[in-house]
């Protein structure tokens, strides 16, 4: 025999509850609402205790509309009646949040999901037009949560068509007023070079697409409405015809503005070509060679796929194509690797970018990568095998930086007069990039007045306490003898770095915030370094005069030669000099030696020395780290194999429990018709309808007699079975809370109030019901 689908009566409880996100995108709903009934204007008064929410649309113009509109849960529109509404099922948002009372023309409907369950009480007052809408929270708001609800409700509304009122306040825009990139039929649109897409459906946010959809940021306001799910949390991308147009316009405005800035990689786009290499895109070959996706440490270098395979072989001493990967917290340490050429080490930012949650699913990914790259290019022979992958928790442990002062006395005769020379200047600039102030003798007041010390490290070039002062490596000073011009302005580029940690730079990692810092040091200061640079020159070809050793040939006298020379041309043609003069005070100060601070070493020393291992065999540590990695590998393969068969035998054992149930059902029935084969007299086409029903619903009865009463008023000929045949409550209700029934109330609808009022067992719901009545 046929039948009909049906829908449970819980699917209420699954469209107001299951929808639910937030209340700002229940309060979302009930403005779409408002511009579906063709109003101009809605008010919306929101505060910790409920809300307030009047529009002045047509509203239901009769009782017939609120019974058949509001109390029918699917009703669809027809086609053209309405903006965003489709099938009537978003105004149960709200209901999940608060008790509402709703007004309109001469109707009210009052819904209290958890005490009334899925019933709502209808009566008539006084006429009101539009639609009116209050509410008390179930749960009152705090003051964070009010505020976030609010600023929500603004970013989803921002450019609705309708004048909407927040609390007093216009939070609508009409984007005819706003500047954009572009605008055509379908939409207008606003393109930037990082972050999300917004994407607002006739005024109304739909979602933020990430940036690597797109490989750009930005903006869609549409003037047609885009096809969306029924929670208007998705665009139906696929069968759409208006947001096809629409993605295809916004990806020409991404091409045009990558064309613009393709110097510029940003981190949406890295995203796209990670997701682009990984589905095999078109200009596979490309990206492969040319696209900046692999982000490497030391100071987050950005790398295409090919440099990296290429890096990670010729990088290491061995020969041997060895890479790891750093773990979040590891970063300043796999820095600190990398700086030592030990191995090439990833930032950890490369897995998030090819939505890997640990190495081994990277190294996956680079394999099928590889293959496909190999498979379309034919004018090269491409390695298809993966570099090695090592565990960066054996490296970590393995590594011991070695930090400490050392005095300038370990430096040759030359070398040592250059530094002198170029501390006192660095002391200075080091004042005027924390805050200093020149004054008069062009004295540097105020700013953090650092001591510039000679050190060694395994691993940084500079470092510093963020208090007291700042280490140049002894290798780097060390190149002042040969090149003392181009050296002094890279240890100038050092201090600024060091500056910009604003703190201890030996256990912390590189931000974006630090890069801005440095940044804005390099382009302020960028006068004042030329400056030092100069007084350095002067001081240091002083100090060679004085000491009787004037080498024509010298760098460092060829630059300052220069300088005069173009300072006395200039002056002829009068102009000012190519370097400003230097001050009687200033002279004395650059000729006044700046002694070494030997305390400050040692106190800096006695806190940096500790127990130091012996350098290990890295040789050793990157076979160690090797065998690590791939026990690692195996363990998680075992794991996702246990819990693959942990599934399999669950879902065995569930599919045997229902062959039980279902057999035993069998034998009832079969044991029920043996019985009644019995009885004399049964019409037998009652006798077959009886078995459809007792088998499609699992209702056999227990015993021959209810059989007998079932088939002599046969229930399944009524004309509502669901209301005839539905189980009474008092025959599942235990003996004590029995008197709690009111009359009328359903085995069903006291289950949906139960629900809904958040209780597992019936009985529990009606005690809390008589307590609050």
């Given at each position: 025999m046929q039948l009909p689908f049906e829908l449970d009566p819980q699917i209420i409880h699954h469209i107001i509850y299951s929808q639910a996100g937030s209340i700002g995108k229940a309060i979302i709903e009930l403005l779409m609402n408002s511009v579906d009934a063709k109003a101009t204007t809605v008010t919306l008064t929101l505060d910790k205790t409920g809300f307030r929410c009047r529009d002045d649309g047509a509203g239901f113009a009769s009782r017939e509309d609120v019974i058949q509109y509001f109390g029918r849960f699917g009703t669809p529109h027809v086609e053209g009646d309405a903006t965003f509404g489709r099938f009537r099922l978003g105004r149960g948002q709200i209901m999940a949040h608060a008790s509402t009372v709703w007004r309109s023309n001469g109707w009210q409907m009052h819904v209290d999901t958890r005490t009334m369950g899925y019933h709502y009480d209808l009566e008539q007052c006084a006429a009101e037009r539009g639609c009116a809408i209050e509410g008390e929270w179930y749960d009152t708001l705090s003051d964070e949560e009010l505020m976030s609800t609010i600023q929500e409700i603004r970013d989803l509304v921002r450019y609705t068509p309708i004048q909407i009122k927040l609390n007093e306040r216009v939070i609508s825009r009409d984007p005819r007023h706003e500047q954009w990139d572009h605008e055509d039929d379908m939409a207008y649109y606003r393109v930037r070079d990082d972050g999300a897409v917004g994407i607002y459906n006739l005024g109304v946010l739909v979602r933020h697409d990430p940036g690597h959809v797109f490989g750009a940021g930005g903006l869609i306001v549409s003037k047609q409405a885009i096809g969306l799910n029924v929670s208007r949390t998705e665009i139906l991308r696929k069968s759409c015809p208006v947001w096809k147009k629409i993605a295809a316009q916004f990806g020409k405005l991404t091409a045009e503005l990558t064309q613009r800035s393709a110097h510029r990689k940003t981190e949406s786009r890295r995203e796209q070509t990670a997701r682009q290499l990984m589905s095999g895109h078109a200009e596979l070959v490309r990206l492969y060679h040319h696209e900046e996706v692999i982000t490497l440490l030391p100071g987050k270098r950005h790398v295409s796929l090919a440099h990296f395979l290429r890096h990670s072989r010729s990088a290491h001493r061995h020969g041997e194509r060895v890479y790891s990967v750093a773990s979040p917290s590891g970063v300043p340490r796999g820095e600190a690797i990398a700086s030592a050429g030990i191995c090439t080490i990833l930032h950890p930012q490369t897995l998030t970018r090819f939505g890997c949650?640990?190495?081994?699913?990277?190294?996956?990914?680079?394999?099928?990568?590889?293959?496909?790259?190999?498979?379309?290019?034919?004018?090269?022979?491409i390695d298809t095998e993966a570099p090695t992958l090592l565990d960066f928790e054996v490296l970590h442990q393995a590594f011991v930086e070695r930090t400490q002062l050392i005095s300038e006395n370990t430096l040759d005769k030359e070398t040592r007069r250059a530094w002198i020379a170029l501390r006192w200047c660095l002391v200075q600039y080091a004042l005027l990039c924390t805050g200093g102030v020149r004054c008069a003798g062009d004295r540097v007041v105020r700013g953090n007045s650092?001591?510039?010390?000679?050190?060694?490290?395994?691993?940084?070039?500079?470092?510093?306490?963020?208090?007291?002062?700042?280490?140049?490596?002894?290798?780097?000073?060390?190149?002042?003898?040969?090149?003392?011009?181009?050296?002094?302005?890279?240890?100038?580029?050092?201090?600024?770095?060091?500056?910009?940690?604003?703190?201890?730079?030996?256990?912390?990692?590189?931000?974006?915030?630090?890069?801005?810092?440095?940044?804005?040091?390099?382009?302020?200061?960028?006068?004042?370094?030329?400056?030092?640079?100069?007084?350095?020159?002067?001081?240091?070809?002083?100090?060679?005069?004085?000491?009787?050793?004037?080498?024509?040939?010298?760098?460092?006298?060829?630059?300052?030669?220069?300088?005069?020379?173009?300072?006395q041309r200039r002056q002829k043609r009068d102009l000012s000099p190519a370097i400003e003069s230097i001050?009687?005070?200033?002279?004395?100060?650059?000729?006044?030696?700046?002694?070494?601070?030997?305390?400050?070493?040692?106190?800096?020393?006695?806190?940096?020395?500790?127990?130091?291992?012996?350098?290990?065999?890295?040789?050793?540590?990157?076979?160690?780290?090797?065998e690590a990695h791939a026990q690692r590998a195996v363990i998680q393969q075992q794991q996702r194999q246990q819990q693959q068969q942990q599934w399999e035998e669950e879902d065995t054992a569930w599919l045997?429990?229902?062959?039980?149930?279902?057999?035993?059902?069998?034998?009832?029935?079969?044991?029920?018709?043996?019985?009644?084969?019995?009885?004399?007299?049964?019409?037998?086409?009652?006798?077959?309808?009886?078995f459809a029903h007792w088998e499609w619903l699992s209702d056999i009865p227990d015993t021959l007699e209810e059989a007998l009463r079932q088939l002599a008023s046969q229930p399944w000929a009524t004309s509502c079975p669901e209301q005839e045949h539905e189980p009474t409550p008092k025959s599942r209700i235990p003996d004590e809370v029995r008197h709690l029934l009111l009359p009328g109330e359903t085995w069903w609808s006291i289950q949906r109030n139960a629900a809904a009022a958040g209780f597992y067992r019936e009985a529990d719901y009606l005690r809390w019901r008589e307590q609050q009545d």
């Open positions: 949650y640990n190495a081994t699913e990277f190294q996956e990914v680079l394999v099928d990568i590889l293959c496909q790259v190999a498979e379309r290019e034919h004018e090269y022979r650092f001591h510039i010390v000679l050190g060694e490290s395994s691993s940084a070039e500079a470092w510093t306490d963020g208090e007291s002062y700042i280490a140049i490596d002894r290798k780097v000073v060390q190149r002042l003898k040969g090149h003392p011009l181009q050296t002094a302005a890279y240890i100038f580029n050092l201090v600024e770095h060091e500056v910009a940690h604003e703190g201890d730079s030996m256990d912390c990692g590189h931000d974006e915030a630090f890069y801005q810092r440095f940044h804005d040091l390099t382009i302020t200061h960028s006068q004042d370094r030329q400056r030092y640079l100069h007084r350095f020159l002067r001081k240091y070809t002083d100090s060679m005069t004085r000491a009787d050793t004037y080498k024509p040939r010298s760098d460092a006298w060829r630059e300052r030669h220069l300088v005069d020379l173009a300072s001050s009687e005070g200033e002279a004395m100060m650059l000729a006044a030696p700046l002694d070494e601070n030997l305390a400050l070493i040692t106190r800096v020393n006695a806190r940096l020395q500790q127990v130091q291992a012996p350098p290990p065999d890295w040789h050793a540590v990157l076979l160690q780290a090797q045997a429990e229902l062959d039980a149930m279902e057999q035993a059902e069998r034998a009832r029935l079969d044991h029920l018709r043996t019985q009644l084969a019995g009885v004399p007299e049964l019409d037998q086409d009652t006798l077959k309808e009886a």
